[in-house]
């Protein structure tokens, strides 16, 4: 079983840039979509970020123009950067493969709080 590893979070102000990363140790990630998702408290948890293998990106409505996920397949490694942080961005982010039901055990996270 995959458990990837989150890290880059923090604390910043409104208006910020974090970049987030994603180690996930498998053989099959060059071929796996990947997706970035987060959870605010109180909420689902929610796809904002995907990347297929070929590397064509997708963004949910609220972060178009503000993050931008990438990979590196040799480093078998996810990121995104997060610009222009709003404090309704504030949530623990998660990579995982893109997909109905996602195929890696959901790891820690990152927490990401954008202050106002």
């Known amino acids: 079983q995959v458990q990837p590893v989150e890290s880059g979070g923090g604390l910043v102000q409104a208006g910020g840039s974090l970049r987030l990363s994603c180690a996930a140790s498998?053989?099959?990630?060059?071929?796996?979509?990947m997706g970035w998702y987060r959870q605010a408290p109180g909420k689902q948890r929610e796809l904002v970020a995907s990347i297929t293998s070929g590397g064509t990106t997708n963004y949910a409505d609220s972060v178009k123009g503000r993050f931008t996920i990438s990979r590196d397949n040799a480093k078998k490694m996810v990121y995104l950067q997060l610009n222009t942080l709003k404090p309704e961005d504030t949530a623990v982010y998660y990579c995982?493969?893109?997909?109905?039901?996602?195929?890696?055990?959901w790891g820690q996270g990152t927490q990401v709080t954008v202050s106002s």
């Open positions: 498998t053989s099959i990630f060059r071929i796996s979509p």
């Open positions: 995982n493969t893109n997909s109905v039901n996602p195929i890696f055990i």
